[in-house]
């Protein structure tokens, strides 16, 4: 007979209060309660009620427990999840952070390599452009000399020739075309 009475206060008869329980409208935003509660109503008394005695009300005041440890149980567990999801949350932007910086540090040292690799090449082209001027201002100049040599040596050959005339004398190196 000991397991019997244990039945009847674990399963409450069909003459108890009905107590339901009513979960709280769902928030729009996670909020971090530490002691969340779900709201419970006690439906009318029932008129069987009055003559079931203790063992019903001992099976509610289980029930009741029951829900309660339910509740507080739920309410641990959103909890907890919210933690995770919190820790989570700051993890992963802690990373992206982190991402941004290193990406921003190599673009810095990047333009930075563009910055010098332009800088040597407009020194070098500047090196260039002024070989390629001393280079042509060389050539001006023996340009320059090839023409006054050759002015000079035109005027040896016309003072020559003008002597030659006045003597009357030819000279002995000519062309092999001419006869000679």
């Not at 008869?13 to 928030?27: G, L, Q, R, S, T």
């Not at 739920?74 to 992206?96: D, F, G, H, R, Y």
């Not at 090449?121 to 023409?147: C, F, G, P, S, W």
């Amino acid at each position: 007979m000991g397991g019997e009475p244990e039945k009847a206060e674990a399963a409450p008869p069909e003459d108890a209060a009905v107590v339901k329980a009513v979960d709280p409208p769902a928030p729009e935003e996670k909020t971090d309660d530490s002691k969340a509660l779900v709201l419970v109503e006690k439906v009318a008394d029932s008129p069987v009620e009055k003559g079931s005695g203790s063992i019903n009300r001992d099976a509610v005041l289980a029930r009741v427990e029951t829900e309660k440890k339910e509740s507080l149980l739920k309410a641990w567990e959103e909890n907890e999840k919210a933690k995770v999801e919190n820790w989570a949350q700051k993890k992963l932007s802690a990373v992206s952070s982190w991402e941004k910086t290193k990406k921003a540090s190599v673009e810095a040292e990047l333009t930075k390599v563009e910055e010098s690799l332009e800088k040597k090449k407009a020194e070098y082209a500047e090196k260039k452009k002024n070989k390629v001027a001393a280079i042509h201002k060389t050539a001006e100049e023996k340009r320059a000399m090839l023409e006054a040599k050759k002015g000079e040596d035109l005027l040896k050959v016309e003072e020559l020739a003008a002597k030659h005339r006045i003597k009357g004398f030819i000279p002995k190196k000519t062309l092999g075309c001419f006869g000679g």
